[in-house]
């Protein structure tokens, strides 16, 4: 049954900020998908025998892929591989089940927020056993073999029905279809206060779920709707589609704009929420007010206590370098830990197994703690709910009293999509050119204070990241940050990050781009972006 098929490599397959993604006619060719999975398994040691979480976010081509990396993992002698019912795990389901049921790692196949279909986004990346995505070690070594490989492993033994629930047995291997909710259900349920949230619901609170088509939708469901007792529609677009319904399953305010409009007009919800393709981002509006990523990461980390899961209180926050510093004061005061990282959850992985921190949080929408390793979606709105519940206050009131006692970090990231691709190395090498002279110098009236590319080092392994973003900082803590995003499948994606600190409660309620524009003009004098890009605005602005 066990076949060795011969292949030439591909010599694109480096995986970037999470995993390896192109666009599904690349993944098409013949042996794409073959290479870099059994390059994952080329790239790890001693999984004889042993068990591998496979599921994917149940976008275009997920299903041919599962049944690939199933043959494959028998043939490459796995004993054992669980995988989702209908091929559906969201991410950080996936890390959970990888953790609870003590597996060698997972695989999973998303793209996240790219869209999905036959002309769009896929994706294949490996989590390890600690639930969460591989370190850049094993990237590395993965990659590698992508460039040597000249065979690989499968079985032939026919399409395996991972529709219905239970264990069969193909190719001397066992697979177990489980329900892909159940385990990741009754982990919210030991986190959060269910109780409390079942009563807020009954007392007439109203709240919208955004599932984007993706994967959170029978996630959300069950547990807003069947365990707390949401009305039923709280869950809107809850079917995961292939094609996500044809839109971008990115919960920002560009392409979950639906939502912020009726988050902020006149019969709106109490609460707002959505969450990505794969499920690890959330979205977070309260009634009239949007709370930025950065934001919601510290407002969580100073009231995540509220919730038993987290009632000991917290060891650490990490937060990734363009996140802005809100989570930092929250830190400050509590007198914890606080690492910045690279851009990316894999750089989490070590502080959360040593114990370093417990909430971690990322400027893109993701937010996440130590109950897996990966970020998640459903928990930072289930921890909202809790902390809403116990507070007895609005979202709206808890920011603004945030801010108030820790003051304001007014923070925007413009977004440039699909730059060609020379055109956007050509700015960043001409920034890294001059990082060493623009310290002293001023712009728009404001003084840098310094200006380099972060280099990350993990304090748990030593190991060295480099060239993780180029940081401007101006005098009085402002900054803009520029790197290029490891996520796109075309061109290249120019990211500016923008921050200022406002701590004067007065100037609270301005409007985001107002309170940047001198440092969102002041980026473009440094960086030349209009004539490097040869665009006008961004293309995203969140
Ligand atoms: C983006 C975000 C990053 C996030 C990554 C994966 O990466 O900026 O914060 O970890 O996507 O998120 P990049 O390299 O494009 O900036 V997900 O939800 O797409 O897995
Ligand atoms: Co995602």
Redesign the pocket.
Known sequence: MIQTIATKPYLDQKP????L?KKVPVFQQEHYAENFIQSIFDALDGFKGKTLVIGGDGRFYNREVIQKAIAMAAANGFGKVMVGQGGILS?PAASNVIRKYKTFGGIIL?????PGGPHEDF?I?YNAGNGGPAPEKLTDAIFAKTKAISSFKTADIGAVDIDTIGTVEAGGMTVEVIDPVADYAELMESLFDFDALRALFKSGFRMRFDAMHAVTGPYAKEILENRLGAPKGTARNFIPLPDFGGHHP?PNLVHAKHLYDEMMGPDAPDFGAAS???G??NLIIGKGIFVTPSDSVAMLAANAHLAPGYKAGLTGIAR?M??SGAADRVAEKLGIGIYETP???KFFGNLLDAGMATICG?????TGSNHVR??DGLWAVLLWLNVLAARGESAKQIVTEHWAAYGRNYYS?HDYEEVETDRANALIDELRAKLGSLPGTSVRGMKIASADDFAYHDPVDSSISENQGIRVLFEGGSRVVF??????TSGA?L?VYIERYEPDKSRHDLDTQEALADLIAAADDIAGIKSHTGRAKPSVIT
């Open positions: 970037g900020t999470s995993g993604r991410t998303s793209a996240s927020h790219n994706g990346k990115d990505d393709g794969d690890d981002r990734s363009p996140t851009t990316g959850w990322e400027e893109s929408a993701g990966e970020k990231r790197r290029l995003s490891g996520t796109g994606t990211r």
